[in-house]
């Protein structure tokens, strides 16, 4: 007989689920395309703008001679300031019957980016990013909520494919940028700006700004829901930490890595490239292969393959070092999508407030590791300091045994089950 977790009671012998919320099966099971693709559009969008400060930093270390702390710090103000006030952004989110954050979201991030170059002073720069963040922390808990809602009984699939926009446009943006600021210099970020604001305009007016309201159950409310899932939400809030951390730090550093290596900024863009565009396969799979396997099993597998790849990245140069890199991009990336449908599935009623936990306060409290990671690279070195960023592989391996073994707790019919009322649970 197994042990009934925290989440369940004992009845007459029989373990049946206590207070968390039932996941509502969608009243339309198919995917809604046009929808799922126009937020797809939007997350691509915005990320693709949002990633131009880690190919940028080497010239922006030598245009105001900043240590590699201050450099951090930048990196810093950005992660934080789109990831930290998600939740709000995901409280109004789910109490509005708009996707207003959809639209308004991506347009200030392309502003906030494009006009980074042209800023005159460290000062003026950190404002630009604040901004850029705030636009993205709009976005994101209602984007991944639209997703959610268009995906059907296909979460973990439309879901992947959300993720997998940003991560392409993540990835995507830092090459493109980095080939217009190697011809017309840092203050040409503008020009690679002003199509996202014509996409902006386009956007604004193709996704449906009206929405029906999420249905809750009779007197829950935001503190009971919470309550209810705070124990499952906190181990996947804390592997979600852990795991950005290890490619927040890649991410941004990997530039800086490679520029040290003797690469152009145009390497250090195709490098980024590598890790987060082809990762985004990861992405993908990783999302379509949850709804089979298990999403429990898509984390774990994600930290077992990612680590040792980006291990072999560190120690190696060349070919091989590239080829690693896109296979560590990938394997890590193989739960990007996962967490965020686990997250939906024990707060299905609020999942624009899910996913600003796992999209949110996660990479935010990651993003404030960056600062440090500058620090420990300014003291032992950027290669060592990547190399112990990998360690955190292991307590996130060991967090993740704890988590849902199922993505969705089932109502109880009755005190005894009977064959009509058990419910089919995906594995793991």
Not at 396 to 416: D, K, M, V
């Amino acid at each position: 007989m197994s042990r009934p977790d925290q989440d369940s009671v004992l009845s007459d012998g029989v373990e049946t689920p206590r207070r968390v919320p039932a996941f509502p099966r969608s009243r339309d099971s198919a995917i809604d395309r046009r929808l799922l693709l126009t937020a797809t559009a939007a997350h691509f969008l915005n990320d693709f703008h949002v990633a131009f400060l880690a190919p940028l930093l080497p010239l922006v270390v030598v245009k105001f001679n900043l240590s590699l702390a201050l450099a951090g710090l930048l990196a810093t103000v950005l992660t934080t300031s789109a990831a930290l006030s998600q939740p709000v952004f995901g409280i109004v989110a789910d109490r509005l019957r708009r996707r207003i954050f959809v639209m308004l979201g991506p347009a200030l991030t392309v502003l906030a980016m494009g006009l980074m170059g042209l800023a005159p002073t460290y000062a003026l720069l950190l404002a630009l990013l604040l901004v850029a963040g705030t636009g993205t922390a709009s976005f994101h808990p209602q984007g991944a909520s639209t997703a959610g809602e268009a995906s059907g009984d296909r979460r973990g699939t439309g879901l992947s494919l959300f993720v997998a926009g940003g991560e392409l446009g993540y990835s995507l943006g830092p090459l493109i940028v980095a080939l217009v600021v190697a011809v017309r210099g840092l203050e040409a970020t503008w020009l690679v700006a002003l199509p996202g604001l014509g996409a902006c305009v386009l956007l604004w007016r193709s996704i449906p700004i009206r929405r029906d309201p999420p249905r809750r159950p009779e007197g829950n409310t935001l503190t009971s829901d919470l309550a209810a899932t705070f124990g499952p939400l906190a181990v996947l809030w804390l592997v979600v930490v852990l795991r950005t951390i290890v490619i927040s730090g890649y991410q941004t550093f990997l530039p800086l890595l490679l520029h040290q290596r003797g690469g152009s900024i145009v390497a250090g863009g195709a490098a980024v490239f590598l890790f987060g565009g082809i990762g985004a396969i990861g992405g993908v799979v990783g999302g379509m292969l949850s709804d089979r396997v298990g999403r429990r099993r898509m984390v774990a597998l994600s930290l077992v393959l990612g680590t040792p790849l980006l291990l072999g990245f560190i120690h190696t140069q060349g070919a091989w070092a590239y080829a690693l890199l896109a296979g560590g991009g990938v394997a890590l990336y193989l739960s990007a999508a996962v967490t965020i449908v686990m997250a939906q599935e024990l707060l299905p009623h609020r999942a624009s407030v899910a996913s600003s936990i796992v999209m949110g306060l996660a990479w935010g409290t990651a993003g404030l590791s960056l600062t440090g990671i500058g620090a420990l690279a300014d003291a032992i070195g950027l290669e060592r300091a990547l190399r112990l960023l990998l360690l955190l592989a292991v307590p996130a391996l060991a967090a993740a045994q704890f988590l849902p073994a199922h993505g969705r707790t089932e109502p109880a019919q009755s005190t005894r089950p009977t064959q009509s009322t058990q419910a089919t649970q995906s594995p793991d």
